[in-house]
């Protein structure tokens, strides 16, 4: 059982922020949908919560030169009543996250510091080319998505460090995120996968597709893009991709689905997912 006693602090600037995560025992509180339960159950007992959401450079999304940047304590909520082509593999996964009410506390940033291998927002932040904004009282480092993950709820950030926003490029092409669940909310993805696809003259020049719920932690799976570039995305193409993916993964058997399930499932909901990311990249108005 958690301890009842901690210190409640509640920044109002970075500077208060990073100072407060300094502390012996300091935990980031964003949304709590992780950690209050996390504290409940007694996995972690923290002797300080830094309460970020009333940061005021931690909420919002705005365009900042040639990236989007979006404050790490943004809900998902917030994130789903956007428009616009530049975030879609991003607010697919945000749009689905447990029910209304967690998204209307969760936030993105707290979605990649818990860095669940089926994390609904993960896949998007990797193909998109996301960078994290890391600060502390030893200075600020950018961190890019795809080496931020070490392993299950594992990642490089360090205690004392606040995830102040992230990054997006912005850039052309379509992008996508899809899962496989067995309910239609209030669930974890048995298998996750995202992709972005630049398209010019019809034929692919660019992409990526990454993989969750599949593997220790969400990743890229370079060998499948690449398989993409220099074809029309035709159904030879993907075909080629999805093997790529399935190569990719190491599944485990777990309450959510077997290996071989997971396995079985990967190959058409990569191909469902790429066929949505070109639509969105085409111009086309998806299904």
Not at 26 to 55: E, Q, S, W
Not at 242 to 254: G, L
Request: aromatic share 4%.
């Amino acid at each position: 059982m958690p301890t009842t006693g901690f210190t409640y602090l509640r920044p109002l600037t970075v500077a208060d922020l990073i100072r407060d995560l300094a502390e012996p025992g300091a935990f980031a509180l964003a949304g709590g949908t992780d950690l209050v339960p996390l504290r409940a159950a007694g996995a972690i007992t923290p002797a300080v919560l830094v309460d970020v959401k009333h940061v005021a450079e931690l909420r919002g999304v705005e365009t900042e030169g040639d990236a989007i940047r979006i404050g790490a304590a943004t809900t998902l909520a917030d994130l789903g009543e956007r428009d616009g082509r530049s975030l879609d593999a991003i607010l697919d996964g945000a749009k689905i996250v447990g029910a209304a009410q967690t998204r209307e506390r969760a936030t993105l940033g707290g979605n990649l510091c818990r860095s669940s291998p089926a994390g609904d927002t993960l896949c998007g932040l990797l193909v998109l080319d996301a960078v994290a904004e890391l600060q502390s009282l030893d200075g600020i480092r950018h961190v890019p998505v795809r080496d931020f993950f070490t392993g299950p709820s594992r990642n490089v950030k360090k205690p004392s460090e606040a995830l102040v926003s992230i990054r997006v490029p912005v850039r052309e092409g379509g992008s996508a995120y899809r899962r496989f669940t067995y309910r239609r909310s209030m669930d974890l993805a048995v298998v996750g996968v995202a992709a972005w696809l630049s398209i010019e003259d019809g034929v692919c020049v660019n992409a990526a597709i990454a993989i969750g719920a599949v593997a220790p932690t969400p990743r890229l799976v370079p060998a499948a893009a690449e398989t993409l570039v220099g074809t029309t995305c035709d159904d030879e193409a993907i075909a080629h991709a999805c093997e790529h993916v399935v190569a990719a993964s190491s599944p485990i058997d777990d309450v959510r689905g077997t290996r071989d399930h997971r396995l079985r499932v990967l190959r058409p909901l990569t191909r469902d997912t790429l066929l949505l990311a070109l639509t969105r990249a085409l111009g086309s108005s998806p299904p």
